[in-house]
């Protein structure tokens, strides 16, 4: 996919700090045009860790919208990614193979800082931090994905911390169980987006449980094709 003026200008905004003009951020991943794309995979944080010069921005931007070409370019920082992040990658690669279907990666909250410097941010509430949650905010209601999946524990107590009051038609009596048990639930909730559109939220556990197959989110992944055939 080529990144247009008018695309390339969205996601500077997304990955740039404007009070220092470094790049901080990381709004997404994907493999193609994420407007098409009908699922996000959400995490805490965002990962790989990157450190990427502001003159550089073209170069991230065009490695945003094809994968085999970040693999290219930040191959050391894949390499020493958690394995969250590989579960990741496998489950999109899964659900790419089962249904040609394109799984945008993305984060509660898009800082990508080392994460005891995140930590110490979110501690003081600093405003950056605070940033990363509303540039997330922007690129979920940009693209209007229909299906939102929280991975994690984590992932999951930032989501309920910054929507939980947005979200209606809710089919768990306890949205406070566990991610385990959310897993076998399938929608879970509805969070309405900018443009009165509903977006159904699903809830599983951490990626870096899902291997090279998933053989264990079997029941997880046989929920997610009958939405989506």
């Known amino acids: 996919m080529a990144v247009s003026t008018g695309f390339f200008k969205k996601i500077q905004r997304w990955t740039v700090d404007e009070h220092s003009g470094e790049i901080l951020f ?3 991943q994907a493999d193609g045009n994420p407007y098409k794309s009908k699922v996000f995979l959400v995490g805490a944080n965002p990962e790989p860790l990157l450190q990427v010069d502001a ?4 170069i991230l931007a065009e490695t945003l919208v094809d994968s085999a070409l970040f693999s290219d370019l930040f191959r050391d920082e894949i390499a020493e990614a958690s394995r969250e992040y ?3 990658q496998n489950f999109a690669s899964w659900l790419k193979g089962r249904l040609n279907e394109q799984v945008v990666l993305t984060s509660i909250n898009l800082l990508n800082l080392e994460s ?3 930590k110490q941010l979110k501690k ?6 605070l940033e990363g949650f509303d540039k997330f905010i922007e690129v979920l209601n940009e693209f209007e994905p229909e299906y939102l999946i929280i991975q994690g524990s984590t992932a999951y107590k930032l989501f309920l911390e910054q929507f939980k009051e947005q979200l209606f038609e809710k089919k768990v009596d306890d949205l406070q169980v566990s991610v385990q048990i959310l897993e076998q639930s399938g929608i879970i909730a509805k969070l309405q987006l900018n443009n009165g559109e509903n977006v159904n939220i699903l809830v599983c556990r951490s990626m870096g449980a899902f291997g090279k197959e998933g053989k264990t989110f079997g029941g997880f992944k ?5 939405l989506l055939q």
Do not use: A, H
């Open 26 to 28: 990381l709004p997404f």
């Open 55 to 58: 003159s550089d921005i073209q």
């Open 86 to 88: 590989k579960g990741s």
């Open 116 to 118: 005891n410097e995140v």
């Open 124 to 129: 003081e509430s600093d405003p950056l931090y």
């Open 222 to 226: 046989e929920k997610l094709l009958q």
